[in-house]
């Protein structure tokens, strides 16, 4: 049969199971009805018949199908294995492909994907190759009505979700040059004694919170990084812990210093522990759930009420400027990269990570939150 859009709306059954071929691609197939119907290619290899599944119309119509078909059987002509080409997925299908393989160094990775989810529903069953920018921005304008700040975290979430997809060739990086608006910049930083009280009720609060607040306030360390912390990572003999680029924000491998408190409660967090990887956990099987609680707890008890957990590492970059620390060497030691203030050609020429700098500064934190207050 020639098949056309029309063709097929026409052709597919109300009810019950109709079947389509194609008349241009051989082995081309739409098996379905009007309200749900799949595409496949059946075709034989090796002298074994194979079929391959190539997604959902109307989501993938006429045109992706017959494309796809296409690329497997061009893989098949250079000797590829038709195994090694992934079918079309719908975007619920991608989430929780990303969510599952990609993003798990967060601490709740089901509250970051639930942003794309709870909010790009008409988006969900879609073939991901025909999500476009528009269609992203469309929702996202929608929410922006009521929910600004909500907006733009659904933009950002969602650059970082499409950046993996197109990475691994599931479908083109559509919001790569996208730029969203940081809402809600928040200028809060703790003095040297506000710090001081957080720690001390840090030490209070038992595992696997108060020690992981602990030390993200003594590393100045990235939230999702910390409350993720492997035991493979940690190198408690030389005081180090190496974070895998799969869990860093820029996706490179990280060497941090730990001072003596830090090494301290990690060696006790770690008698706490339960069997797995996972440092601050109650199951061994993932990260411990229950941080807003933990975090209202340390809010009420310092009387901190706007307290951040990102205001941990502001408080230590503006103490280290005040001991003359140059911003340069600061932005290393959080692992800013590309810190607006290290030149282009200073990033590029210069690779060294700073560790005995950044050794140095850690210590200095340590013994500044180990200061009695005066009277």
Not at 320 to 332: H, N, T
Request: aromatic share 6%; charged share 25%; glycine share 6%.
């Amino acid at each position: 049969m020639k098949l056309t859009e029309a063709t097929i709306k026409k052709s597919l059954p109300d009810l019950g199971q109709g079947e389509l071929r194609d008349d241009q691609i051989k082995g081309l197939i739409l098996r379905g009805n009007k309200n749900a119907a799949s595409w496949s290619l059946r075709f034989t290899h090796e002298g074994e018949r194979q079929r391959h599944t190539l997604g959902r119309w109307p989501g993938v119509n006429l045109t992706d199908a017959r494309k796809a078909a296409q690329r497997i059987y061009g893989q098949i002509a250079v000797g590829q294995a038709p195994e090694k080409v992934a079918r079309t997925l719908t975007l619920e299908e991608a989430l929780t492909k990303a969510e599952n393989e990609g993003f798990t160094h967060l601490s709740n990775p089901r509250n970051y994907f639930g942003t794309m989810r709870n909010h790009l529903g008409p988006l969900l069953k879609r073939d991901l190759r025909r999500i476009t920018k528009a269609d992203i921005l469309a929702q996202s304008d929608k929410l922006r009505k009521t929910k600004q700040p909500t907006a733009d975290l659904l933009l950002r979430v969602s650059k970082s979700v499409f950046r993996w997809l197109a990475e691994r060739g599931y479908c083109e990086n559509i919001l790569e040059d996208l730029r969203v608006a940081q809402t809600n910049v928040r200028d809060e930083f703790l003095s040297v004694a506000e710090a001081k009280q957080v720690l001390g009720v840090c030490h209070q609060i038992p595992y696997p919170f108060g020690p992981a607040f602990a030390v993200l306030l003594l590393t100045a360390g990235r939230r999702q990084e910390v409350l993720a912390m492997r035991k493979s990572e940690l190198d408690l003999e030389s005081a180090l812990w190496e974070i895998p680029g799969s869990r860093t924000k820029n996706g490179l491998a990280w060497r941090i210093p730990l001072s003596a408190p830090v090494v301290e409660l990690l060696t006790e967090a770690l008698e706490l522990a339960p069997e797995g990887d996972w440092v601050f956990s109650t199951t061994g099987k993932r990260p411990s759930l229950g941080l807003d609680k933990a975090l209202s707890t340390l809010r009420t008890q310092t009387g901190l009420a706007d307290l951040k957990l990102h205001d941990f590492r502001r408080s230590f970059a503006t103490a280290m400027a005040d001991l003359g620390f140059e911003p340069g060497s600061v932005d290393r030691y959080l692992n800013h990269v590309a810190a607006a203030t290290n030149s282009r050609l200073s990033r590029i020429y210069n690779k060294s990570d700073m560790l005995v700098l950044r050794r140095r500064m850690a210590d200095q934190w340590a013994e500044i939150l180990a200061e009695p207050e005066k009277a």
